[in-house]
């Protein structure tokens, strides 16, 4: 069985004393591709020195919305040089995130129009992270037709879902399908096709019901496997053989 992590954030400190044994154990559960999107400027070198150790890890680079406050419009620039300087996959994770009513909207719509501009200029595809602003995101996304991505951790309704669909966007599930109380986002899942839905744990948040209140890890990727294929009434492999190639298609991946 071959998996693709499609988010995880394998470059953050919590995974500095075990990362290798995160890994290896991942590598051991099927896993053979790790997306690992950007946060802010200043991860940007680590994350691709962590990524160039070796093949199975590919990043993305971006300004993440809820870091708001660590960005400066400037960044956006030095953002299109290191694009032009590195080899990401996508420009991510941008997005637009008003659920946390601190993090400065106006501010978020700039930079995140500006990163889907140079998202256009370079032909990538984007890795989004939407929380409470689907209508706003998918306004931008009228103004500036990418070629397509991920809508992580999705939680829109199916009309909307629609509509990303016909930007050719597919949908990060993960964790959160692990929980018999997740009813709606189950239900989407039900919903959507197969062929639009990628595999992702958000490592290290929203972990998984097994793990609950641990540190989540992309070696629990196939917990958010069986979940889905529960709900999709598959079996695991072909659920694990589709989402990768869904995978692949969105990020232009070959594995
Ligand atoms: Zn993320």
């Not at 990401?88 to 719509?109: H, M, N, R, V």
Request: a negative charge.
């Amino acid at each position: 069985m071959k998996l693709i992590d499609t988010h995880c954030h394998l470059d953050f400190d919590v995974f500095d004393h075990d990362r290798n044994d995160v890994l290896k154990r991942s590598r051991e559960n099927g896993l053979c591709g790790f997306v690992i999107p950007a946060v802010q400027q200043s991860t940007w070198g680590s994350l691709i020195s962590l990524c160039e150790q070796s093949d199975d890890m590919h990043y993305a680079l971006g300004l993440h919305p809820i870091f708001i406050d660590k960005h400066e419009l400037n960044h956006v620039g030095s953002l299109r040089d290191c694009v032009a300087n590195n080899q990401p996959i996508a420009i991510g994770e941008i997005g637009l995130d008003f659920y946390d009513k601190s993090l400065q909207a106006e501010k978020q719509i700039v930079l995140f129009e500006q990163q889907l501009q140079l998202a256009c200029d370079v032909g990538l595809p984007v890795i989004l992270h939407v929380r409470k602003a689907h209508e706003e995101v998918l306004g931008c996304l009228k103004k500036f037709p990418v070629i397509g991505g991920i809508v992580h951790a999705f939680n829109g309704s199916l009309q909307q879902a629609e509509r990303y669909q016909q930007s050719n966007f597919k949908f990060g599930f993960g964790g959160m399908l692990t929980y018999e109380r997740s009813s709606k986002l189950r239900k989407l899942a039900t919903e959507l096709s197969i062929e639009s839905i990628v595999l992702e744990t958000d490592s290290p948040d929203m972990t998984v019901e097994q793990y609950q209140g641990q540190r989540n890890s992309p070696e629990y990727l196939p917990h958010c496997l069986k979940s889905l294929a529960e709900v999709k009434a598959m079996s695991m492999q072909q659920v694990a053989l589709q989402t990768s190639l869904n995978a692949c298609a969105a990020l232009n991946l070959h594995i």
